[in-house]
């Protein structure tokens, strides 16, 4: 079995798909491993580190990939780097699929087994596997870390001899796992912390973490939360309801992080310009949906835009990227994770169950075809 770690070619990517951690583990699962040289760079892993956990280093991602049975990136391989794999081989990436069909069909025409781990289920066994939650994680830390860079004042209260200086107040909108690892950071780094969220269950979440939650909490709010845990789309009318109250709450906030997101949509649109034109310079607001449109008007993606009444807009695009190296070495445990269910562990060969629930929910084209029903081509 030979595992291939291929470099990013997307230069705003600097994560990595393996650290020689989990390098040491293939080989212990009896597979041989080689790394496109460069690969770990931008994540502070140099070459001489695989090597030294037992990685072959190749100059290429032709090199690389050449008769490799499993191929692991960070992102879903270019067109041009297709012809390179083998057919057959196992492409384990964030596929990022939605709105990119033809990029999915180009893999199904390379013959290679795409798989998505994004879409892994939420489910116990493949809690070790969730990208999007160990990504999530350190998102929301870094959101934190990042408003309080441009923040110009400090974050907890400090009582000095020159005076008091008073702690900042923070609003978290979207308690999922960014959200709450933003309210526990603002809260280990001195500010006052509310947040809200469309889910009943984040309430006692975000109390259990010491901040206060803010919602229009009727009828609608409590029977919010479908059956996997993730937010619906709210009504017209408890949007409206929940947008005055969030207006009148953040023009009195220092800084907001808004994580909001409702999967296969575009971010709703929480924090109009007048609710930021209604806060007091100097305040910041983070949006990490900025990838998918924004949570807040007039947030561009990777600039930290200054509104007219100094407030600042910081809209980083691959937050993850941020902390390049924590970030690829939990990327990576959680793709070992799941590579270790695709072997035999006493032949060390693979042996791919091609019905087991989270190979069913992840893997997108197979033997030429794209297989997962949310991406079959729309019957005309
Ligand atoms: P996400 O990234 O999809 O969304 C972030 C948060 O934004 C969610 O909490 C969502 O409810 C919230 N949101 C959406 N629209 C909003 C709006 N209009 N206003 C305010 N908030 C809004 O979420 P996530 O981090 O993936 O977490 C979703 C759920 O899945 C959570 O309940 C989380 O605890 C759960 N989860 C379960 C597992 C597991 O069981 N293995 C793993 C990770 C997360």
Redesign the pocket.
């Known amino acids: 079995m030979r595992i291939a770690v291929l470099s990013e070619t997307d230069p705003a990517e600097p994560r990595v798909a393996a650290v020689p951690e989990t390098v040491k583990k293939y080989k212990a699962l009896g597979a041989e491993v080689t790394v496109q040289s460069g690969a770990g760079l931008k994540a502070g892993v140099p070459d001489a580190e695989y090597e030294a956990a037992g990685a072959s280093i190749a100059p290429d991602a032709k090199a690389a990939a050449d008769g490799a049975d499993i191929v692991l990136r960070v992102r879903r391989p270019a067109a041009e780097e297709l012809p390179a794999l083998k057919r057959g081989a196992i492409v384990i990436a964030i596929m990022d699929p939605y709105g990119h069909e033809a990029e999915v069909k180009a893999m199904a025409d390379a013959g290679v087994s795409a798989i998505a781990m994004e879409l892994m289920p939420?489910?116990?066994r493949?809690?070790v596997m969730?990208v999007?939650?160990s990504q999530?994680n350190l998102a929301g830390y870094r959101a934190v870390v990042d408003g309080a860079a441009v923040y110009g004042r400090a974050l907890p209260m400090m009582m000095t001899a020159a005076g008091t200086v008073p702690a900042a107040r923070i609003f978290v909108?979207?308690?999922?796992?960014?959200?709450?690892q933003a309210i526990a950071t603002a809260r280990r780094m001195g500010a006052v912390v509310t947040a809200?969220?469309?889910?009943p269950?984040?309430k006692e979440?975000v109390e259990s973490l010491g901040a206060k939650f803010v919602a229009v909490e009727d009828d609608e709010f409590k029977q919010a939360e479908t059956a996997?845990?993730?937010?619906k789309e709210?009504s017209a009318e408890y949007?409206k309801k929940?947008a005055e109250l969030v207006a009148s709450h953040i023009a009195k906030q220092d800084i907001v992080v808004t994580?909001?997101?409702?999967?296969g949509r575009p971010a709703?649109k929480?924090v109009t310009a007048d609710m930021v034109a209604a806060m007091r310079p100097g305040s910041v607001l983070v949006d990490l949906a900025v990838e998918r449109g924004g949570n807040v008007e007039g947030v561009k993606a990777d600039e930290v835009v200054e509104t007219e009444k100094g407030v600042k807009i910081v809209g980083y695009a691959n937050v993850p990227g941020r902390l390049a190296a924590t970030s690829s070495s939990l990327y990576a445990r959680n793709l070992y994770a799941f590579v270790e269910t695709l072997v035999d562990k006493t032949s060390k060969a693979l042996a791919v169950k091609w019905d087991d629930e989270l190979v069913k929910a992840t893997c997108l084209t197979r033997d030429g075809a794209v297989v997962h029903p949310n991406f079959q081509p729309k019957a005309a």
């Open positions: 939420r489910i116990t493949a809690q969730d999007l939650s999530a909108m979207g308690a999922g796992v960014a959200g709450l809200t969220d469309v889910r269950a984040a979440q996997g845990g993730y937010a709210m949007k929940q994580t909001a997101l409702i999967p709703p929480l």
